[in-house]
């Protein structure tokens, strides 16, 4: 989906409260074994074959990125990054502590132990980019793919090691997870490699929507309780994410709302009416309302897709919603595992 709207980052319950308005699709270096384990060349095409790529010049926002022999330590500066390069087989050699120390969600612990490596090495991020925890690695390159912050990080990241982030300081929003993953991978000598991630991605979700014919045609919206507002997250022109590749359509109302234009007012929750209705709560507490209270609520209890039991609620708690929101290339298939379920049981009124 697209990630103009920000609803929530893709953190431990603790910073998203915090780092509510501020991730899409990407090692070695914990010390003994896992630093050569590191170091070792990844995926299917051979060292000469990767080596013969290189050097590599990528254009970006800044001036361009030139990568002159193939990466074999990646420094990362988001959760996003660090995905592309979990994706791509690779274990960073630092990237930020995403989990502030909690458990590592599911999708992303699948591949670490996949790889037989133990937990990144990790800096603090809560005050931005740690530029000396980064450059006391000595990467060959850093991934800045899905970063906010690379306005203010560039000039201090590219003398530490080539930076491989956006050609346009738009497409910090705007670039899909495949697109993300492609340029990163073309800096790493890894395309081949990344097109066969979004071939496998594609065919979990393909998968999943032919097991579910009972998807197609139907309306949905999905909308997300934040701290001021009740958002209308599916409006029209939100890029088709991974209800509508699994068949589901965007409501007519949706053509009423916009990025900038997307808040649901409690005396007009007869908006969020289709055939199924999805919510998330991911800033629990601080959220406009609970769960609880809205489906209390009359005028919400009036509303046909609730009254037929359409209706369900993409739990926050195992990062299921803000993976939804900010899909990448580790989590789009998880995605896929974890939401199809929830939608059968909203199609069929369970």
């Known amino acids: 989906m697209n990630r103009l709207a920000r609803p929530f980052a893709r953190r431990s319950t603790a910073r998203t409260l915090i780092a509510a308005a501020a991730c899409a699709t990407l090692l070695a270096g914990c010390g003994g074994k896992d630093d050569k384990a590191g170091e070792k060349p990844s995926g299917g095409a051979s060292t000469g074959a990767a080596e013969a790529a290189f050097p590599v010049t990528l254009p970006n926002a800044w001036g361009k990125t030139e990568v002159k022999r193939k990466p074999l330590k990646v420094a990362t500066v988001s959760d996003g990054d660090t995905d592309i390069a979990l994706a791509l087989g690779l274990v960073p050699v630092i990237t930020p502590d995403a989990e502030d120390g909690g458990p590592v969600p599911e999708y992303k612990q699948r591949a670490i132990t996949k790889l037989g490596a133990g937990k990144p090495k990790t800096y603090d991020d809560t005050d931005g980019t740690d530029y000396e925890a980064i450059a006391a690695e000595a990467p060959d390159v850093i991934l800045g793919m899905n970063t906010w912050s690379m306005d203010t990080d560039y000039a201090k990241l590219a003398p ?7 050609t346009d300081k738009a497409h910090s929003d705007t670039l899909t997870w495949q697109e993300r993953l492609k340029t990163a991978a073309k800096a790493l000598g890894m395309s081949a490699e990344a097109e066969k991630v979004i071939a496998a991605n594609e065919k979990a979700t393909a ?34 994410g991974v209800f509508e590749q699994l068949g589901f359509k965007k409501t007519d109302k949706a053509k009423s709302y916009k ?9 007009n929750l007869d908006e969020l009416e289709a055939d199924v209705l999805l919510m998330t709560y991911p800033f629990g507490d601080n959220g406009l309302l609970s769960a609880k209270e809205l489906e209390t609520n009359k005028l919400f209890q009036s509303l046909k897709v609730v009254k037929g039991k359409h209706y369900a609620v993409i739990p926050s708690e195992n990062t299921l919603s803000s993976a939804v929101a900010y899909p990448d290339a580790l989590s789009a298939p998880w995605v896929v595992e974890k939401l199809t379920p929830i939608l059968a049981g909203a199609v069929a009124g369970k």
């Open 160 to 166: 530490i090691a080539p930076v491989v982030t956006f």
């Open 207 to 240: 998968d999943a929507a032919a097991a579910h014919p009972e998807f197609k045609g139907k309306a949905y919206t999905y909308a997300v309780v934040h701290p001021e507002q009740i958002t209308f997250m599916s409006y029209a022109d939100q890029n088709p």
């Open 259 to 267: 990025a900038d234009k997307n808040a649901v007012s409690l005396e």
